[in-house]
C-alpha cells in the first residue's frame, strides 16, 4: 500500500490545497450533503474518515454526541484539532491511523462521511474500507463518501494518455495519478458492485467538478487571490452550471469525483 506516501504527501503539504479553486468547489457541496443528511437527527457516533484539515468535521460535531475524526497525516490531524479548538467543539476524538481497519465496534456508528477523495487514495483497498464501514455502521446507518469518477470530461478531452489506459481497463476503474499520487477511479456499477457485497446500497449520487475541471490546471489549483477576477468568475459560472446538472447520471459519470450516499441494509 502507498500509505506512507499519502500520509507523508499530507504533512507536507498542510493546508496549501483546500484553499484552491478545485476544493473551495467542493464545500458548498459537502455542506449541502451534510445539511441533507443530518437535518433534524442527533447521532451517537459518527466517524470523519481521512478528516485532512477539518473542514467536514467542524459541520459534523454539533449533530453528534461524538465524532471520531480519522486520519493518517499527523500535520493534516493537528490542523483539524486546531481548527476544532479555534470554534470551541470539544466533542471529536481525533485518531492517527489507517481507515483500512476501523477501531468501533460492529453496528456502533449511526454515520460515516468521507469527503476530500480519501478511499479513492487507498486504490489497492477500497474494498476493505467499504466493508469496515459496513461493519461498524448500524442498520439503516449512512455512509457519505467521495471516489474518482473514470470517464472525467477533462480526461476525455484534453488527456489521450490516460483515455487510453481508462479503455484498457474494461468495465473497471483506472488509477489516476494525482501529483504523484495514484488515486483508483470507479465505474458506476462496479462501485454499486463493491457496495452490495458488503450490505451498503446507494442511494444518491452526486457529481463535482464537471465542467469546472476544464478551467486550466494551473488554475484549478491556484488560489482565489492569485487566479485574478475573469478565472474567478469563470470558476463561479461553471459551479454554478455544475450544480445545476451532478444530480443527472448522464454529467455525474464525467465528473472528477462523485458524492455517493450508501445506507446499510
Ligand atoms: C484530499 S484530503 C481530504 C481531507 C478532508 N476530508 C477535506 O475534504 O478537506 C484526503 C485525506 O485523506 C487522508 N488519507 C489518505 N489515505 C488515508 C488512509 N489510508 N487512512 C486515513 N487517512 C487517509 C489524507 O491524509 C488526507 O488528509
Keep these: 500500500m502507498d500509505e506512507q506516501r499519502v500520509a507523508a504527501f499530507y504533512d507536507a503539504i498542510g493546508s496549501g490545497y483546500d484553499r484552491s479553486l478545485y476544493f473551495l468547489a467542493c464545500d458548498p457541496l459537502y455542506q449541502a450533503e451534510i445539511t441533507r443528511l443530518t437535518a433534524g437527527r442527533r447521532f451517537r457516533r459518527i466517524l470523519d474518515l481521512g478528516c485532512g484539515t477539518g473542514k467536514q468535521t467542524i459541520l459534523l460535531a454539533p449533530c453528534a454526541a461524538e465524532v471520531w475524526a480519522v486520519d493518517i497525516s499527523a500535520e493534516s490531524l493537528r490542523q483539524a484539532e486546531a481548527r476544532c479548538a479555534r470554534a470551541g467543539i470539544r466533542n471529536v476524538r481525533f485518531l492517527q491511523q489507517s481507515i483500512v481497519a476501523l477501531p468501533a465496534e460492529d453496528?456502533?456508528?449511526?454515520?460515516?462521511?468521507?469527503?476530500?477523495?480519501?478511499?479513492?487514495h487507498i486504490h489497492d483497498a477500497s474494498r476493505q474500507v467499504f466493508a469496515e464501514s459496513a461493519r461498524v455502521l448500524a442498520p439503516g446507518g449512512r455512509m457519505a463518501f467521495e471516489v474518482d469518477g473514470k470517464w472525467e470530461l477533462d480526461m476525455l478531452l484534453h488527456n489521450p494518455e490516460e483515455r487510453a489506459q481508462a479503455r484498457a481497463a474494461r468495465g473497471v476503474g483506472h488509477l489516476r495519478v494525482w501529483r504523484d499520487i495514484p488515486c483508483k477511479t470507479f465505474t458506476q456499477p462496479e462501485l454499486r458492485g463493491i457496495l452490495g457485497d458488503v450490505g451498503l446500497h446507494v442511494v444518491r449520487v452526486r457529481g463535482a467538478n464537471i465542467f469546472h475541471c476544464l478551467l486550466p490546471e494551473n488554475i484549478l489549483f491556484g488560489l482565489p487571490a492569485d487566479v485574478g477576477p475573469a478565472w474567478r468568475f469563470a470558476s463561479v459560472l461553471l459551479q454554478q452550471v455544475d450544480k445545476a446538472v451532478g444530480t443527472l447520471s448522464g454529467f455525474y459519470r464525467l465528473a472528477s469525483t462523485r458524492l455517493v450516499t450508501a445506507v446499510k441494509g
Excluded: H, L, P
Design 107 to 120: 453496528g456502533s456508528v449511526d454515520a460515516i462521511f468521507s469527503y476530500g477523495d480519501v478511499i479513492s
